[in-house]
């Protein structure tokens, strides 16, 4: 049988397809340098010979003593037991970059998480629209943020499986999408963000679920490991806080938020040798002007969520609350990857989410256009096997990728302004606590 397909439904596919093709042709750019100059170009790490290292730095501390008192990690238990579970202990007896030439387990492991991930991201955009799911799950599986995410090993890559069930449109159970939101929060404490979307929808059960959910996995992981209490914890935050608080560089060097930008001058970065003062200076001027916009458009999107709880998804309103936080904060530019994610759940419909879908695939582009250089570092490229020179400069993409978050960030705000305004038309709002009191 032939699936009737709409009217144009064809010619709707075709910026998809491009700019498909383009994410594409990043990456056969990735693959070329690579070849050529035996490590990954910017926006990849300039440290070649770190590959993987977010993944065995954790985990020689969860094969040896003081990750909280010596080695000061933000990190909570849970991530040392896991890395426990999927790692050989006799591996780290000397250092971490021993543990990972020697711990093929973790390797392994790596790999494992990645296809799993990838495979339910495929899944969950198939569910949601099966004619666009080709691209997107390609963009997204061979997308910078989430090739970013392998390179460096980093723990997103199994919380991100646990994330997909959670947020994503893959399971129903309440009580599965709690548990997996509650190991998402123990991996990534941030990530207790997107729950918030719960509390908007007025999905109380599973949000109160996550809730006890995450302090149980707490403390059986922290009686696990025997260590990482709260007073540990937020000392250690605090900590780093300030320890990276000049670091200036390697925050801005693939970044979420623009905030790094405006600690340029602060630091006497030599930033105006590449991109020129008139530039930097408006760009210092509008950064404020902007993000304010964004937290008061924000602010309405909310209470309008609020008052009308049928007119958004859910995917929708936790990809709002996530998108806004990253744009004051800047845990690191893998975060893209959830980002990205809950976008490509978003249909290819209306002005908003179409903008903003084109800016989750640029986002996905695998290039970066250097604008200039201050140093070279001469080193070992662990994947390419060689002795390499790396340049260290500044990239336009380091002032464009969270360009392209408010972006996607506007075209969903207003476009949900949109529907909570159509929403009016058919019911009043509500201040109702439960959604049950909300009529259909």
């Given at each position: 049988?032939?699936?009737?397909?709409?009217?144009?439904?064809?010619?709707?596919?075709?910026?998809?397809?491009?700019?498909?093709?383009?994410?594409?042709?990043?990456?056969?750019?990735?693959?070329?340098?690579?070849?050529?100059?035996?490590?990954?170009?910017?926006?990849?790490?300039?440290?070649?010979?770190?590959?993987?290292?977010?993944?065995?730095?954790?985990?020689?501390?969860?094969h040896?003593?003081?990750?909280f008192?010596?080695?000061?990690?933000?990190?909570?238990?849970?991530?040392?037991?896991?890395?426990?579970?999927?790692?050989?202990?006799?591996?780290?007896?000397?250092?971490?970059?021993?543990?990972?030439d020697?711990?093929?387990?973790?390797?392994t492991?790596?790999?494992?998480?990645?296809?799993?991930?990838?495979?339910?991201?495929?899944?969950?955009f198939?569910?949601?629209?099966?004619?666009?799911?080709?691209?997107?799950?390609?963009c997204?599986?061979?997308?910078?943020?989430w090739?970013?995410?392998?390179?460096?090993?980093?723990?997103?890559?199994?919380?991100?499986?646990?994330?997909?069930?959670?947020?994503?449109?893959?399971?129903?159970?309440?009580?599965?999408?709690?548990?997996?939101?509650?190991?998402?929060?123990?991996?990534?404490?941030?990530?207790?963000?997107?729950?918030?979307?719960?509390?908007?929808?007025?999905?109380?059960?599973?949000?109160?679920?996550?809730?006890?959910?995450?302090?149980?996995?707490?403390?059986?992981?922290?009686?696990a490991?025997?260590?990482?209490?709260?007073?540990?914890?937020?000392?250690?935050t605090?900590?780093?806080?300030?320890?990276?608080?000049?670091?200036?560089?390697?925050f801005?060097?693939?970044?979420?938020?623009?905030?790094?930008?405006?600690?340029?001058?602060?630091?006497?970065?030599?930033?105006?040798?590449?991109?020129g003062?008139?530039?930097?200076?408006?760009?210092?001027?509008?950064?404020?002007?902007?993000?304010?916009?964004?937290?008061?458009?924000?602010?309405?999107v909310?209470?309008?969520?609020?008052?009308?709880?049928?007119?958004?998804?859910?995917?929708?309103?936790?990809?709002m609350?996530?998108?806004?936080?990253?744009?004051?904060?800047?845990?690191?530019?893998?975060?893209e990857?959830?980002v990205?994610?809950?976008?490509?759940?978003?249909?290819?419909?209306?002005?908003?989410?179409?903008?903003?879908?084109?800016?989750?695939?640029?986002?996905?582009?695998?290039?970066?256009?250097g604008?200039?250089?201050?140093?070279?570092?001469?080193?070992?490229?662990?994947?390419?096997?060689?002795?390499?020179?790396?340049?260290?400069?500044?990239?336009?993409?380091?002032?464009?990728?969270?360009?392209?978050?408010?972006?996607?960030?506007?075209?969903?705000?207003?476009?949900?302004?949109?529907?909570?305004?159509?929403?009016?038309r058919?019911?009043?709002?509500?201040?109702?606590?439960?959604?049950?009191?909300?009529?259909?």
């Amino acid at each position: 049988m032939r699936i009737k397909r709409a009217p144009g439904e064809s010619r709707r596919r075709i910026p998809e397809m491009g700019l498909t093709l383009l994410v594409v042709a990043g990456l056969a750019h990735l693959a070329v340098r690579f070849t050529y100059d035996g490590f990954l170009p910017p926006p990849f790490i300039f440290d070649t010979n770190d590959t993987f290292m977010d993944w065995f730095n954790t985990a020689f501390w969860a094969h040896n003593p003081g990750a909280f008192d010596n080695w000061r990690t933000v990190y909570p238990p849970l991530s040392f037991v896991f890395l426990r579970i999927f790692g050989m202990p006799g591996c780290y007896d000397a250092s971490s970059f021993v543990g990972r030439d020697c711990d093929w387990v973790g390797v392994t492991a790596i790999l494992c998480w990645y296809v799993l991930g990838s495979a339910l991201a495929a899944l969950a955009f198939w569910r949601a629209d099966a004619r666009t799911a080709p691209f997107r799950s390609v963009c997204f599986i061979f997308g910078l943020p989430w090739l970013f995410t392998l390179e460096r090993g980093n723990l997103i890559l199994p919380c991100f499986v646990f994330f997909t069930l959670a947020h994503g449109n893959i399971v129903r159970s309440p009580v599965i999408r709690a548990l997996a939101a509650a190991v998402t929060i123990n991996f990534k404490p941030y990530l207790v963000v997107p729950t918030m979307a719960w509390a908007l929808k007025r999905q109380w059960r599973v949000l109160e679920l996550a809730g006890l959910l995450t302090l149980f996995v707490y403390l059986v992981t922290f009686a696990a490991f025997g260590d990482g209490t709260p007073m540990q914890l937020y000392a250690n935050t605090v900590n780093w806080a300030q320890y990276v608080s000049g670091y200036v560089y390697e925050f801005l060097f693939y970044s979420t938020s623009y905030a790094p930008v405006l600690d340029l001058d602060s630091y006497k970065f030599p930033t105006r040798d590449f991109v020129g003062s008139k530039f930097l200076e408006q760009l210092v001027f509008w950064i404020p002007v902007v993000l304010h916009m964004s937290q008061a458009l924000a602010l309405l999107v909310f209470v309008g969520a609020w008052l009308q709880p049928r007119a958004l998804p859910t995917s929708r309103v936790a990809l709002m609350v996530l998108t806004i936080y990253l744009m004051n904060q800047n845990p690191g530019g893998y975060t893209e990857s959830f980002v990205v994610f809950l976008l490509f759940l978003e249909r290819w419909e209306r002005a908003g989410p179409m903008i903003a879908i084109t800016m989750g695939y640029l986002l996905c582009v695998s290039y970066d256009y250097g604008l200039g250089n201050f140093a070279v570092l001469h080193n070992t490229s662990w994947l390419g096997g060689q002795p390499v020179t790396t340049p260290v400069g500044m990239a336009a993409g380091m002032f464009l990728r969270p360009g392209f978050i408010v972006i996607l960030f506007w075209g969903l705000a207003l476009d949900s302004l949109l529907l909570i305004a159509r929403a009016h038309r058919g019911q009043r709002p509500t201040l109702a606590v439960s959604l049950m009191q909300v009529p259909a």
